[in-house]
């Protein structure tokens, strides 16, 4: 099996040393074969991370079969960035290794752990949409209006006038700032 190892630190007087060399112990004790490690030394929290972006291409290419990672929190800080990188490797077929917590999905009770989170996360999405559909009708019964603001009457008119005289739509929304598609609609 064809593996990499990814390795975080948070800070740059820190090491990922110890990381990568505990998981190159498991992979030859597995049998795997490690072919490459993508480090890094930067926060967990960061919306980008140079190594973690390399990984990923790689995993959408189907490079390699497992992903080996020392610790959870190492891969991702926020519950909804992990769950989504635990998706995209769970469709491209690439299995998952957390040293830490015990987490191998090339095994029968790895992929059955990773199931779980799955179940738990498609819940918690569920909670979510909930909160926000019970926000919505709340809004609505309040008599809020939803959606985009509505063109003012003094500016439909102005559109109305504009296009009467022969301007395009495209010149109109110009002039008036308003988008090509809202000048279609209230003409």
Same mark, same amino acid.
């Given at each position: 099996?064809?593996?990499?190892?990814?390795?975080? @630190?948070?800070?740059?007087?820190?090491?990922?040393?110890?990381?990568?060399?505990?998981?190159?112990?498991?992979?030859?004790?597995?049998?795997?074969?490690?072919?490459?490690?993508?480090?890094?030394?930067?926060?967990?929290?960061?919306?980008?991370?140079?190594?973690?972006?390399?990984?990923?291409? $790689?995993? #959408?290419?189907?490079?390699?079969? @497992?992903?080996? @990672?020392w610790d959870v929190s190492r891969l991702g800080r926020s519950l909804r960035h992990l769950v989504e990188l635990l998706e995209e490797f769970h469709t491209k077929g690439v299995n998952l290794y957390f040293h830490?917590?015990?987490?191998?999905?090339?095994?029968?009770?790895?992929?059955?752990?990773?199931?779980?989170?799955? #179940?738990?996360?498609?819940?918690?999405?569920?909670?979510?949409?909930?909160?926000?559909?019970?926000?919505?009708?709340?809004?609505?019964?309040? $008599?809020?209006?939803?959606?985009?603001?509505?063109?003012?009457?003094?500016?439909?008119?102005?559109?109305?006038?504009?296009?009467?005289?022969?301007?395009?739509?495209?010149?109109?929304?110009?002039?008036?700032?308003?988008?090509?598609?809202?000048?279609?609609?209230?003409?």
């Amino acid at each position: 099996m064809k593996a990499v190892i990814y390795a975080r @630190v948070s800070t740059t007087d820190q090491t990922t040393e110890n990381q990568t060399l505990e998981l190159q112990r498991v992979a030859k004790r597995n049998g795997w074969t490690v072919e490459a490690v993508f480090e890094e030394q930067i926060s967990g929290a960061k919306k980008t991370r140079p190594a973690l972006q390399r990984l990923l291409q $790689g995993v #959408v290419r189907k490079e390699f079969d @497992v992903v080996m @990672v020392w610790d959870v929190s190492r891969l991702g800080r926020s519950l909804r960035h992990l769950v989504e990188l635990l998706e995209e490797f769970h469709t491209k077929g690439v299995n998952l290794y957390f040293h830490q917590q015990g987490i191998d999905t090339t095994t029968p009770s790895g992929k059955m752990m990773f199931q779980m989170c799955g #179940v738990f996360a498609e819940f918690e999405r569920s909670i979510l949409q909930e909160r926000v559909k019970a926000g919505l009708a709340r809004a609505r019964a309040s $008599g809020k209006r939803l959606g985009r603001p509505s063109v003012p009457p003094i500016t439909v008119k102005k559109i109305q006038t504009l296009r009467a005289s022969g301007l395009s739509y495209r010149a109109i929304a110009r002039k008036t700032g308003v988008s090509v598609g809202k000048c279609h609609a209230v003409v």
